[in-house]
Nanobody, 123 residues
Framework: QVQLLESGGELVQAGGSLRLACAASGGTFSLLNMAWFRQAPGEERECVAAIDPSGSSYFYSVSARGRFTINRDNTKNTVYLRMNSLKPEDTAVYYC????????????????WGQGTQVTVSS
């Protein structure tokens, strides 16, 4: 069983930056695809970034591309999401998720989830 613990969410002004971290335990981190999803009130959960086990394949949503960077440290069992040029529309609960097997970005394929961390961007 994989446990995920997110940190780093907070209130930030538009244009600011944040780095989220997700520490994994209980599994084999170097075999896990890792992803960051977000969900705003009344919206569906969406994948904003994902990375494969080796760190060689990535996905970014259209809204994240050019502003967000996902990376992982397999020695620390941690995945990060660096978010720059934040906008009010980035306000959401951000979830870390993990998946063994083939790389995918669909919500339904991710078995392991963290509790989420709130990111609020003020205008």
């Amino acid at each position: 069983q994989v446990q995920l613990l997110e940190s780093g969410g907070e209130l930030v002004q538009a244009g600011g930056s944040l780095r989220l971290a997700c520490a994994a335990s209980g599994g084999t981190f170097s075999l896990l695809n890792m992803a960051w999803f977000r969900q705003a009130p009344g919206e569906e959960r969406e994948c904003v970034a994902a990375i494969d086990p080796s760190g060689s394949s990535y996905f970014y949503s259209v809204s994240a591309r050019g502003r967000f960077t996902i990376n992982r440290d397999n020695t620390k069992n941690t995945v990060y999401l660096r978010m720059n040029s934040l906008k009010p529309e980035d306000t959401a609960v951000y979830y870390c998720a993990a998946l063994y097997g083939d790389f995918d970005v669909r919500v339904a394929y991710y078995r392991y989830w963290g509790q989420g961390t709130q990111v609020t961007v003020s205008s």
